[in-house]
């Protein structure tokens, strides 16, 4: 099992992304523009920079919802891979049986 703040920390992670993600979008908007002096592309690079570092999608990390384990994930599922194979053995999964040839 994973530690208990770190599960806690990418819930943190995925509030502040969802909270920022129509702020970061504008200012990213405005430096696509072409006809952008060098002065304003740094003052909107400035306040890109403002914004809060966990609010990037990018510090995000995909981890199994059941056990927080942060590799061997699919997304379709949100559960680790140990996870999903138990599962789909149970029959949990509609839909989903183990391959056989």
Do not use: H
Request: net charge positive; aromatic share 4%; glycine share 4%.
């Amino acid at each position: 099992m994973t530690r208990e703040a770190i599960v806690q920390r990418e819930k943190k992670r995925k509030n502040l992304t969802e909270k920022f993600s129509e702020k970061r979008k504008k200012i990213k908007d405005q430096l696509k523009k072409q006809d952008l002096s060098f002065e304003d592309a740094m003052e909107l690079r400035k306040k890109l920079q403002k914004l809060p570092l966990n609010s990037s999608p990018t510090r995000r990390r995909n981890r199994c919802s059941l056990t927080g384990r942060p590799r061997g994930v699919y997304r379709k599922f949100a559960l680790g891979r140990s996870v999903l194979r138990k599962a789909a053995m149970r029959g949990d999964i509609p839909g989903l049986t183990k391959a056989s040839w």
